[in-house]
């Protein structure tokens, strides 16, 4: 307040054209600009209402802590000093015109504890009792000589100040709501009676109702005024909550602080959690189908059994949340992070993986049928056992994954890298690798039958006791590549570069081997040759295996 008059006399000397005695001349190039001037009194006014806002913020932590210790005050008998009727106006004088923010609710607390006069448990009877009264409507619905908050907006209107009814209500609601979630977040003794303080802000579930809806009525109610009110006001306090089992279908959350709340059981279909902070928060079984999830941030979430059929989690973060069981059928996860998620179980049935961060990923027996996983990364991911029937992979990173009998029939992996992955009994019926990196794979028992492989590399690749019926290798590089015990009947090896491989074994009935390069290539003493094809023009064809064939 200090620098006030300073700013008044600068501006002052300015429009007279002069400067003040006490500051120093300054020469400009040029015209005299009153940029300078502006800019100097611009940063005093910041630095002025800096202080203000600092000043008054001090003032309002030390009535809030004042008056939180003088609401749990007790007379001589055990009651309490301030009557309920008393209570409830000192709230509305205190609370009525503005939203508490996080630094005055923690220097307030802070304050009391330091003094030892917190009472949690008696305080937190008092203000709860207080906000399912507020819930109900009953001070803003009381009559004229009564109503609570229509007294605060007379003494407000007197002062000139601008606000209406229903905000003043709805601060005072809000901000008792804010310091009964600090109170059950609050680290505390457990008092003589062995309870700690429990607060459901949604009212506690229980077996006659499955969802709980109050606190979804005081979101629409808040957001009556402006769209988003409630989050901006609240939304930093729900961290840490307890909202089991409670209904929030298509509600504005928009950037809410859930982190740590518990959420399970908890209704958010069609919900709108857009960059909504949900860390270490629990969601087991929760329904969020159809919700706006885009940008927030799960990770280290507990979403096992969840439902997020068709949600958006586009830009989400997921890394080492636990999906286990969770159903994402339709659900868009494009350019999601999951990385060391636990999505083992889950159905993603039609769900939008492009470009999704998925490497560590574990993906057991998931259902990925009919999933777009283009451009993903899973690299070092475990998919054993899952099902990538018709998936889209292209472009998708698969080195060193471990796709352990996984079912990739139909399966669309133009320009997939799978180079020293693991595909041990994995189904291949009808995929599309052509062009793809394999090299160093493990495919041993897998079955590829009518797989299509041309031009792809198998350098060093594992195929023993491989189902490789029909399947089209021509102009792949098999150079070195382990094909013993294998059933290539009717395969197509024109053109494929078999140096080195070694076809101990294998089951070469009708398979094509026309222009394919043999050089060095390994085979078994009783290898039947008679039903070969395309021999004539075998490059290289080892001259031990020419005598033995006689051509």
């Known amino acids: 307040m200090s620098q006030l008059p300073q700013v008044w006399r600068l501006l002052q000397n300015y429009v007279r054209g002069t400067r003040s005695a006490d500051r120093p001349t300054t020469k400009y190039v040029g015209n005299p600009s009153v940029l300078p001037l502006g800019k100097h009194a611009q940063k005093l006014n910041r630095n002025v209402n800096f202080s203000q806002v600092n000043l008054q913020r001090e003032i309002l932590s030390k009535k809030l802590r004042i008056s939180l210790e003088n609401w749990t005050r007790e007379d001589s008998n055990g009651g309490f000093v301030i009557s309920d009727r008393q209570l409830h106006e000192e709230i509305y004088n205190l609370l009525g015109d503005s939203a508490l923010t996080i630094e005055v609710v923690e220097k307030a607390i802070e304050l009391l ?299 669309k992996l133009n320009g997939a890298k799978l180079n020293h992955a693991k595909l041990n009994g994995a189904m291949f019926l009808g995929a599309d690798l052509s062009g793809v990196d394999l090299t160093g794979v493990v495919l041993n028992d897998a079955d590829l039958s009518g797989g299509i492989l041309n031009e792809a590399d198998l350098t060093d690749a594992d195929l023993s006791d491989a189902v490789l019926l029909g399947t089209d290798f021509s102009f792949a590089n098999l150079n070195n590549a382990n094909l013993s015990g294998s059933n290539l009947s009717g395969a197509i090896l024109n053109g494929a570069d078999l140096t080195s491989a070694n076809l101990s074994d294998a089951i070469l009935d009708d398979t094509d081997v026309s222009e394919a390069n043999l050089e060095e290539m390994t085979w078994g003493e009783q290898q039947q040759w008679e039903g070969v094809r395309g021999l004539e023009t075998a490059l290289n064809i080892p001259e031990a295996l020419r005598e033995q064939l006689g051509i």
Do not use: M
């Not at 809806?213 to 009556?224: E, F, G, V």
């Open 113 to 411: 504890v330091a003094e030892k006069q917190l009472r949690p448990l008696p305080l937190f009877v008092r203000l709860e009792d207080f906000y399912q009264r507020w819930c109900r409507g009953q001070f803003i619905d009381a009559p004229p000589n009564e109503n609570l908050p229509q007294r605060k907006l007379l003494e407000i209107l007197a002062q000139n100040q601008a606000i209406g009814l229903r905000q003043i209500d709805i601060f005072a609601g809000l901000n008792i709501l804010i310091l009964l979630l600090e109170l059950h977040r609050h680290p505390q003794e457990q008092n003589e009676q062995g309870q700690k303080i429990n607060f459901y802000p949604s009212s506690a579930p229980d077996t006659d109702s499955f969802f709980t809806s109050q606190l979804l009525r005081i979101i629409n109610y808040s957001d009556a005024i402006e769209i988003g009110n409630f989050s901006n006001i609240v939304g930093e306090f729900l961290r840490g909550g307890n909202f089991r089992r409670a209904y929030f279908g298509n509600a504005n959350l928009t950037g809410v602080n859930f982190s740590g709340a518990d959420l399970s059981g908890a209704y958010l279909g069609d919900a709108n959690l857009t960059g909504a902070n949900l860390q270490n928060a629990n969601l087991t079984g929760a329904n969020l189908g159809d919700a706006n999830l885009s940008s927030a941030n799960f990770t280290d979430a507990n979403l096992s059994g969840a439902d997020l059929t068709s949600a958006n989690l586009t830009g989400a973060t997921l890394n080492r949340a636990d999906l286990n069981r969770a159903d994402l059928s339709r659900a868009d996860l494009r350019d999601t992070e999951l990385c060391r998620a636990n999505l083992s179980n889950a159905i993603l049935f039609g769900a939008n993986l492009s470009d999704a961060i998925l490497n560590h990923v574990d993906l057991s027996r998931a259902d990925l049928c009919r999933a777009d996983l283009s451009g993903a990364d899973l690299s070092h991911a475990t998919l054993n056992g899952t099902n990538l029937s018709d998936t889209i992979l292209f472009s998708t990173n698969l080195t060193h994954t471990n796709l352990i009998a996984a079912d990739l029939s139909y399966s």
